[in-house]
């Protein structure tokens, strides 16, 4: 007698379903709700990181004529891109998205954003 292979998948609602899987079948996982819509990072950011992100999102520049537009010294930008960088390398890897190399760019990190960036007047 085999083994018998069961997948069962559960929904965010709560709902169940059981697939069996053929002989020699292999499972490849694939998530995307954690990472889609973005609203678990941006509850982390602080009020700071936030206006960054969002700048960087709608006008991607230079740190040095980044920093001034915000009002802010290029050392204090860094530090928030550094926290930004941190907090969203963790939200991908939670989700099974991160980088191979554990590496985040700055373009990454602005092309994150500019996929995910939400309505800051709402």
């Known amino acids: 007698m085999e083994d018998r292979v069961e997948l069962v998948i559960t929904y965010a609602d709560g709902r169940r379903e059981t697939v069996a899987l053929p002989p020699g079948a ?10 889609a819509d973005g609203a678990a990072l941006w509850a982390t950011l602080t009020k700071a990181e936030s206006g960054v992100l969002t700048e960087l999102a709608h006008r991607p520049d ?10 802010i010294t290029t050392s204090t930008l860094d530090n928030h891109l550094s926290g930004i960088k941190r907090k969203l390398l963790e939200h991908l890897e939670t989700a099974g998205q991160g980088p191979h190399d554990g590496y985040l760019s700055t373009e990454m990190v602005i092309g994150w954003a500019s996929r995910h960036i939400r309505d800051q007047k709402s």
């Open 26 to 35: 292999a499972v490849e996982v694939r998530t995307s709700g954690a990472e």
């Open 62 to 71: 230079t740190r040095s004529r980044l920093a001034p537009r915000l009002g």
